[in-house]
């Protein structure tokens, strides 16, 4: 098990370097080193109490991956408000391809179908809430969100996406801001989920 962990602290550490270098090459704003290292210590303990408690995961190397990529989105939204396209499109062929080693065809072409429902309607929201509002969720949060149906079931994608969505609202009221990154507060919620088991990955 320690192993395991020090392992994963390692693919952390890797994805910072990944998120700091996508972010010095787009001269975006860089996140500081203790906000990368509570961000590191905080997945690792999720990953680890995974090892820990019976019956969180049954999985622990996919859980393992998806914190990782998790660690990056978190770094790259915090700073610069990016979900670049590049990463969420290596996290969806991710989880394609541990759908497809792992499970069946079938598994692969339900994500499939999930994705674009989950797609299109993000779009036909979009586009009303342009009308309405002026303003949208950004399209990094779309193809994020719509990555997660290689991940998890389209119940647990609502229930976790929807207590993200909750989260960040309630923390803009609290602190008066009208724009926050989204990647945190998902995070936050499906840590809550797959904890107290509510939604686990597939």
Request: some cysteine.
């Given at each position: 098990m320690?192993?395991s962990?020090?392992?994963f602290?390692v ?9 700091s270098?996508?972010?010095?090459d ?28 019976p019956?969180?995961?049954?999985r ?9 990529w998790?660690?990056?989105f ?5 700073s ?13 062929v991710?989880?394609g391809?541990?759908?497809l080693?792992?499970r069946d ?7 499939i ?6 797609f ?10 342009v ?9 990094g ?5 719509s990555?997660?149906?290689f991940?998890?079931h389209?119940?647990?994608?609502c ?39 509510v939604?686990v990955?597939?």
């Amino acid at each position: 098990m320690t192993g395991s962990i020090a392992l994963f602290m390692v693919a952390g550490v890797l994805m910072t370097r990944q998120a700091s270098q996508f972010i010095g090459d787009h001269q975006g704003n860089r996140a500081g080193k203790s906000l990368s290292v509570a961000i590191i210590l905080l997945a690792t303990a999720a990953f680890t109490l995974a090892l820990v408690v019976p019956g969180i995961t049954g999985r622990p190397g996919v859980l393992a991956v998806f914190l990782c990529w998790g660690i990056l989105f978190t770094l790259t939204d915090i700073s610069n408000f990016w979900l670049p396209w590049r990463f969420t499109l290596s996290f969806t062929v991710s989880g394609g391809l541990i759908l497809l080693l792992s499970r069946d065809n079938t598994a692969v072409i339900n994500g499939i179908i999930t994705w674009c429902v989950i797609f299109l309607l993000f779009r036909v929201a979009e586009i009303i809430s342009v009308k309405i509002c002026g303003t949208s969720v950004g399209k990094g949060d779309v193809y994020f969100i719509s990555a997660l149906s290689f991940w998890m079931h389209w119940q647990a994608i609502c229930l976790v996406s929807g207590m993200g969505f909750l989260l960040l609202f309630c923390h803009a009221l609290m602190i008066n801001k009208k724009v926050l990154p989204y990647a945190p507060y998902f995070y936050v919620a499906f840590l809550l989920c797959q904890v107290t088991g509510v939604a686990v990955l597939i």
